[in-house]
């Protein structure tokens, strides 16, 4: 494989190595057009939600003043306590969330994904003590990659189908339509991806209680995923999935076991950081950290936690920010939007709640090919509407016509790489 020197593009110098950084297509794909010469120019990254910049002043400052104390391990498997509690408080106020014994909140330090997937290998876990097999996960279609680390868990995966390009919004009843379709028994977990990815829709609350109960009736795992919660521009009141999960139990324990992730780096621009809040009823969030948990990891990146508390224990500069980027964002969105013709703009699929543009694709091509031609002759790397951060045989995989093209970077950017796909001919025409 040939390498490329670093010379002044962060993207470049990731793939500066003589070892194959990933086995996605898209690297192949990508590692081709700079063996080309780039001829397009530098690459377009709006495929994985990514920008390198955005990141607020004031956190990455705080990196500047991390004590000494936070380079090396510590004990607490639920987070450095200083951000741990300020995170609880942050989380509880935003999401409106009762202040109650009822739940309890653990920092994640290494992403979101590892706690969903600890979660359903305890699921998995407890039913076979009773004699049952994993059963079947319940997302919405389409879906952020659940079926990565369930599937491998032994679990099967189920999905209600949503079309929003149709002009229908998911109702309650496409819920229960779609849990009734299983067998008896067979209905394991219950994944509620209020604020939707890839779609940007914020679910109504009475689908997300539709979705609870559901869970609560055929004795369900529930997996509240709020990785776009803070996003949610305020004009679009957000749906707190926590929040009715909680109303529902009214303050009893939890007849099945229920876990909350929510990313901080989708909000503050760290993905990197891979810092989160994860929430659930004590006992099982205990067992997650303290005995799951360190099977894999220990509690480390303690001067990240550090910074992250500086950051979130001022408010109003937190505030301000997710306005202006909120506000920012919608901007961009408008632009994208603006630049399909009428058309094609009428079955675009833009929802509020995620950084996201969906448009489809030219109908002589499918969305592989199209993905490709797009870094080829452009350089511009976008992905399907169904995304896989991971290499998997996707040959079954329904085309859901459908490029995902993501709205982080700044809108001259995205308006660059609009520039390139048509005069390549592959932005989307009447």
Known sequence: MSSYPANGSPLRAMLADAVPPNHLPDVEWLQEYLAAGAPAGEPIMLSLGETWD???????????????????????????????????????????????????????????????????????????????????????????????????????????????????????????????????????????????????????????????????????????????????????????????????????????????VRSLGKQFHCNGWALGAVTAAPALLDTLVNDLRP?????????????????????????????????????????VLDRLPQEVRRTAIAGPAAPYVLFPVPRHLKVGDYLRSAVLDCGVLLSDAWPLARTADTGDSPDTGYARLYLGPDQAVLMEAVDRLEAAGLWPGP
Request: aromatic share 8%.
């Open 54 to 260: 955005h990141t607020p002043g004031p956190l990455l400052d705080a990196l500047g003043r991390v004590p000494a104390s936070t380079h090396g391990y510590q004990i607490s498997m639920y987070g450095l306590p200083l951000l741990r509690n300020v995170l609880k408080e942050y989380v509880a106020d935003t999401q409106r969330l009762p202040q109650s014994s009822s739940w309890e909140l653990a920092v994640s330090w290494t992403g979101t994904r590892s706690a969903m997937r600890d979660f359903a290998a305890h699921v998995a876990s407890e039913r076979a003590r009773a004699g049952q097999g994993p059963g079947t996960v319940l997302a919405v279609a389409p879906a952020w990659d659940y079926a990565g680390f369930t599937e491998p868990l032994g679990f099967d995966t189920a999905y209600v189908p949503f079309d929003p390009a149709a002009g229908a919004s998911l109702s309650p009843q496409d819920i229960r339509r779609a849990a009734a379709a299983l067998g008896p028994g067979d209905l394991s977990m219950v994944v509620v991806n209020a604020q939707h990815n890839p779609t940007g829709a914020n679910w109504h609350p009475d689908v997300v209680a539709a979705m609870v109960e559901v869970a609560l009736e055929q004795g369900a795992a529930i997996l509240v995923d709020d990785a776009y919660y803070g996003l949610c521009p305020p004009e679009e009141p957000v749906t707190s999935a926590t929040e009715i999960l909680l109303q529902h139990l009214d303050g009893h324990p939890a007849p099945v076991p229920w876990l909350g």
């Open 295 to 335: 099977r894999h990891t220990f509690n480390y990146a303690v001067h990240l936690q550090w910074a992250m508390a500086q950051w979130l224990a001022q408010p109003a500069a937190v505030a301000d920010y997710l306005a202006r980027e909120r506000a920012a964002t919608a901007d961009k969105r408008a632009a």
